[in-house]
């Protein structure tokens, strides 16, 4: 985590009445899977040259699909809009085995950049189904990442939307029933739709391991605690982005009198600021470091030039690049460093 010139990182001192200050939470921004999915397709266009085509937003950012698209990259909804025999890349957020047949029906060459904590979620709902689970998926319905992991047993699964659902949810066998979930969710209400699965299902099984990410989780824990000492918190991120919305109502479930979610610093409202002393930074995991540092120097504009960084975890996490890119690109030194995780 590179640190913000003229920041602190400690908050032992308490703030002088009506001192203007940022809480810059850490970890935020990229995780490790949006920096590896998007230097595949900077990889692809170095490589094969322009185009390449990407199904759908290779990450949820606006900045980031629109810096690609300068470069050469064509986002698409459906692999059937690519022309045959191109170069197309799989999002971060992973896909059906349909679409990869697809594909494959139209001889693209498809570079797979789902992220490997969603690759480890559609593998465990392939093992269940092969053991005639009824699989319960929390996640929001539309998200790619729902309709990736769904495809890989539709037959199997039922969609879990949150815990207002949960009433209405029917299993054919009570014993032979497990949860899976989207990897983006809020920690909180994830827990509390299971606790109510639970209920309806005492035998529900849980997945092998978390299947929320631990950027998710990391960049949750951070905005609580600068939640509660702050007056507004501003979340840079995208209204696509799942992962962004739901810092915006973590921020508000634990202590924030505001919050908002900006996909650039201009969209802050100077109302906002009004009577405003202490504002909580944060970002999403697809989000550009350079979005929130402009978001600071704006900020900075406005009288808030004392930053403190509340950092809650370290994030080290290195993926490599998807296979296709690895075979066709060997002997090339990726200089770049990847994303992020947890050590704390």
């Known amino acids: 985590m590179p640190r913000i010139p003229g920041t602190r990182t400690r908050l032992d001192d308490k703030p002088v009445a009506g001192q203007k200050r940022v809480l810059l939470a850490a970890p935020r921004g990229y995780c490790a899977g949006v920096d590896r999915a998007v230097v595949a397709v900077e990889k692809a266009l170095e490589h094969y040259g322009s185009p390449v085509y990407v199904r759908k937003q290779i990450v949820h950012n606006k900045h980031v699909v629109a810096t690609l698209e300068k470069r050469g990259a064509i986002f698409v909804e459906e692999v059937d809009e690519v022309p045959e025999g191109s170069h197309v890349v799989f999002?971060?957020?992973?896909?059906?085995?349909?679409?990869?047949?697809g594909a494959a029906d139209r001889g693209l060459q498809a570079i797979d950049a789902t992220c490997p904590l969603v690759t480890k979620v559609h593998r465990e709902a392939v093992r269940f189904a092969r053991d005639d689970f009824e699989i319960l998926l929390i996640g929001h319905?539309?998200?790619?990442?729902?309709?990736?992991t769904a495809g890989e047993a539709p037959e199997h699964i039922t969609l879990v939307n949150g815990p207002e659902d949960v009433p209405f949810v029917e299993v054919k066998d009570p014993d032979k029933v497990v949860w899976l979930s989207q990897t983006t969710l809020s920690v909180?209400?994830?827990?509390?739709?299971?606790?109510?699965?639970?209920?309806?299902?005492?035998?529900?099984?849980d997945p092998p391991?978390?299947?929320?990410?631990?950027?998710?989780?990391?960049?949750?824990?951070?905005?609580?605690?600068v939640a509660k000492d702050a007056d507004l918190v501003i979340v840079v991120g995208s209204a696509n982005s799942s992962n962004s919305v739901r810092l915006?109502?973590?921020?508000?479930?634990?202590?924030?009198?505001?919050?908002?979610?900006?996909?650039?610093?201009?969209?802050?409202?100077?109302?906002?600021l009004d009577g405003v002393e202490t504002v909580g930074v944060?970002?999403?995991?697809?989000?550009?470091?350079?979005?929130?540092q402009e978001l600071l120097d704006q900020l900075a504009g406005a009288g808030y030039g004392d930053v403190e960084t509340v950092t809650t975890a370290e994030e080290d996490l290195v993926f490599s690049l998807p296979k296709e890119l690895r075979k066709d690109t060997a002997g090339q030194r990726d200089a770049r460093a990847l994303g992020g995780r947890s050590r704390a």
């Open 248 to 272: 915006v109502e973590v921020a508000l479930e634990y202590g924030a009198k505001a919050a908002y979610r900006v996909d650039y610093a201009d969209e802050v409202q100077q109302e906002w």
């Open 209 to 225: 391991s978390d299947d929320i990410c631990y950027a998710t989780q990391n960049r949750q824990v951070a905005i609580k605690k």
């Open 141 to 148: 319905k539309g998200h790619e990442e729902v309709e990736g």
């Open 282 to 292: 944060t970002s999403g995991a697809s989000v550009p470091e350079v979005l929130v």
């Open 91 to 101: 999002s971060a957020h992973g896909v059906s085995p349909a679409v990869v047949q």
């Open 188 to 205: 909180d209400e994830t827990m509390e739709t299971v606790r109510l699965l639970r209920e309806r299902f005492p035998n529900l099984q």
